[in-house]
Nanobody, 124 residues
Framework: VQLVESGGGSVQAGGSLRLSCAVS????????LAWFRQAPGKGREGVSA???????AYADSVKGRFSISKDQYKNTLTLEMNNLQPEDTGMYYC????????????????????WGQGTQVTVS
C-alpha cells in the first residue's frame, strides 16, 4: 500500500485547508483509512477515519470543523479542514489498515500498518 499526502500549508486562524492522500488501489481495499497528526514535541493522534462501508470517526477536537471523505474511483482520501486553530498545527499523515478490531480503535495509531510521509499544516 502506498500513500502520498499533499495540500498542507500555512494559514491564519479561522482559515481552511484541504488535504489529499493518493491511495494505491490495494489501499482502498483496506478496512479503514485515516488521518493522524503530530504536533511538535507530542505523540501522533488520530484525527479522523473512514471505514470501507463509509462510516466515519472524528476526534472530539475536530468535530464540526473537519470532514473526511474518500473517492475510490479517483483513489484519493481527503480531509477538509475549516475554522483552523493554532492547536491544529502539526504534520498530518494518511494511514491505512486492513483490519480495525473494534470501532473505538479507528483513531488508534497502533491499528495502522501503512503510512504516508506526511504534509505540514501550520496555523498562526
Amino acid at each position: 500500500v502506498q500513500l502520498v499526502e499533499s495540500g498542507g500549508g500555512s494559514v491564519q486562524a479561522g482559515g481552511s485547508l484541504r488535504l489529499s492522500c493518493a491511495v494505491s488501489r490495494d489501499g482502498h481495499a483496506s478496512n479503514c483509512l485515516a488521518w493522524f497528526r503530530q504536533a511538535p514535541g507530542k505523540g501522533r493522534e488520530g484525527v479522523s477515519a473512514v471505514e470501507k462501508d463509509g462510516s466515519t470517526a472524528y476526534a472530539d477536537s475536530v468535530k464540526g470543523r473537519f470532514s473526511i471523505s474518500k473517492d475510490q474511483y479517483k483513489n484519493t482520501l481527503t480531509l477538509e479542514m475549516n475554522n483552523l486553530q493554532p492547536e491544529d498545527t502539526g504534520m498530518y499523515y494518511c494511514a491505512s489498515t486492513p483490519l480495525v478490531r473494534e470501532k473505538w480503535l479507528r483513531l488508534v495509531e497502533a491499528e495502522y500498518n501503512y503510512w504516508g510521509q506526511g504534509t505540514q499544516v501550520t496555523v498562526s
